[in-house]
């Protein structure tokens, strides 16, 4: 069933074997394969061995842009980001390899690594390698970075009752210090727990022009 083993390797199974048996004209197949006589149409008894699930045999994760220009040089944020990265992966050697599963460990990574002082990143490639006959696939993933984003002057919108020191107190970081994503929460929660205002949203541009 030409239809049916896309679905199948979706979820794993590159090496299914699928077969279409129709019943005799007057029998429907029974339960247990045989042929059951009944008045009407026929019916078809299809039969799945799905085989051997892949696995993740190896995987490697690669990075360029600044993120590779920091690590280069040892600096301790960018390997404690490139660590984490590494880490946190989702689909490691042993694990189970499915279509969904691939998208969303993609997905994630890129995601924590935008979090994490890189808004701009994106993927650069990404490859699965699925050897049917081994039931393993090989991963690999590249992730282009781009600029590291440092927190710039704030601006604040919105105040008519306050004066802006009242916005700017209560941040705990400085002009130059590398975004990340819950450091802005945090400051975002204690403007709330201020009571001064109604509403409060604390974003930063990810134009990365103005990374810097």
């Known amino acids: 069933m030409v239809w049916l083993n896309p679905l199948l390797e979706t979820e794993g199974y590159f090496a299914a074997i699928v077969t279409v048996q129709r019943a005799a004209a007057g029998t429907t197949a029974g339960a247990s394969g045989g042929a059951v006589p009944v008045a009407g149409a026929p019916e078809v008894l299809m039969r799945v061995v799905p085989g051997p699930r892949t696995t993740v045999k190896q995987w490697t994760l690669e990075v360029e842009g600044d993120l590779r220009k920091y690590l280069?040089?040892?600096d301790p944020l960018a390997q404690d980001t490139f660590a984490t990265l590494r880490r946190n992966w989702p689909l490691p050697e042993g694990e189970a390899f499915r279509q969904a599963t691939w998208s969303a460990a993609k997905n994630e990574a890129l995601a924590r690594l935008r979090a994490n002082g890189y808004p701009g990143a994106n993927w650069a490639n990404t490859n699965a390698t699925i050897d049917a006959a081994s039931a393993s696939a090989i991963l690999s993933a590249r992730l282009d970075s781009g600029p590291l984003f440092r927190l710039g002057e704030?601006?604040?919108?919105g105040l008519q009752r306050y004066q802006a020191s009242s916005v700017?107190?209560?941040a705990e970081f400085d002009v130059g210090t590398?975004?990340?994503?819950?450091?802005?929460?945090d400051f975002q929660e204690r403007l709330v727990k201020t009571g001064l205002f109604e509403g409060v949203t604390v974003?930063?541009?990810?134009?990365?022009a103005n990374a810097a």
């Not at 704030?154 to 919108?157: A, D, P």
């Not at 590398?178 to 929460?185: K, V, Y």
């Open 154 to 157: 704030m601006r604040i919108e």
């Open 178 to 185: 590398p975004h990340s994503e819950q450091r802005l929460l």
């Open 168 to 170: 700017r107190n209560v």
């Open 72 to 74: 280069d040089v040892a």
């Open 203 to 208: 974003e930063v541009d990810p134009d990365p």
